[in-house]
């Protein structure tokens, strides 16, 4: 059964700082990961997607790279600023079912 | 402009009456699902549809109900709704699941 795990839960950083958001899934047979982005009582907005052939994509001040041996995937955002403030969240297919399965999220606070 | 669109974007009722909430998406996409969203539980999967008449249980279906009656739209019904209903719903679609595209999500209060 898939499982995906997101750590920190929350974190706040001052504004210009390069940070790492972590993704950890227990079942390494995906075909794809999936990032979105959360804005409080809103709709997920989709970042960036790998495929199980990438090892990284690439969307502006954004890095995702996805490691699938060892079960982890990483948001790198680069030069933060407080319009990144929301919430994280990944998704990797269930194994052997028809959906996706969310992390819990990381809440990010970037403050001027 | 590609999107998926529910309606409506808020809603209060009472317990026991019934309750529908649309979705529709103009992709062409096969998939679509139904997500509700609880502080401390994130996203959990209500009902899922990989094509027309093709309607499947999700992790938490149990008050749930939906059709998949045309490509575009997937309902969700809520035949006699309950307080412990009351989340945040997310509806989405995709091509099988190679990638999701969520709607701006349903707040439903059940009273």
């Known amino acids: 059964k898939q499982e995906v795990t997101q750590i920190p839960a929350a974190l706040s950083v001052p504004e210009g700082e390069n940070l790492v958001l972590n993704c950890s899934f227990t079942?390494?047979?995906?075909?794809?990961l999936q990032w979105f982005r959360q804005d409080p009582g809103k709709g997920l907005t989709s970042l960036l997607l790998?495929?199980?052939?990438?090892r990284e994509q690439t969307s502006g001040r954004l890095n995702a790279s996805l490691d699938k041996s060892s079960g982890r995937s990483t948001l790198y955002i680069a030069a933060s600023q407080p319009g990144d403030s929301a919430t994280y969240l990944c998704?990797?297919?269930?194994?052997?079912?028809?959906?996706?399965?969310f992390g819990t999220g990381t809440r990010l606070q970037v403050f001027p | 402009e590609a999107q998926v669109t529910q309606n409506p974007r808020y809603l209060i009722t009472v317990t026991g009456k019934k309750l529908t909430v649309t979705c529709s998406q103009n992709?062409?996409?096969?998939?679509m699902s139904w997500y509700r969203q609880d502080p401390g539980l994130g996203l959990r999967q209500i009902y899922y549809?990989?094509?027309?008449?093709?309607?499947d249980k999700g992790d938490v279906p149990e008050g749930y109900k939906v059709s998949r009656k045309e490509k575009r739209n997937f309902p969700l019904i809520l035949e006699s709704p309950s307080p412990n209903q009351t989340s945040l719903y997310f509806c989405?679609?995709?091509?099988?699941?190679?990638?999701?595209?969520f709607g701006q999500g349903t707040r439903l209060t059940v009273v």
């Open positions: 989405a679609s995709g091509v099988e699941l190679r990638e999701a595209f």
């Open positions: 790998i495929q199980s052939s990438q």
């Open positions: 998704a990797a297919p269930g194994y052997n079912t028809d959906k996706l399965i």
């Open positions: 549809s990989m094509n027309v008449e093709v309607t």
């Open positions: 992709m062409n996409h096969e998939y």
């Open positions: 079942d390494s047979a995906i075909y794809n």
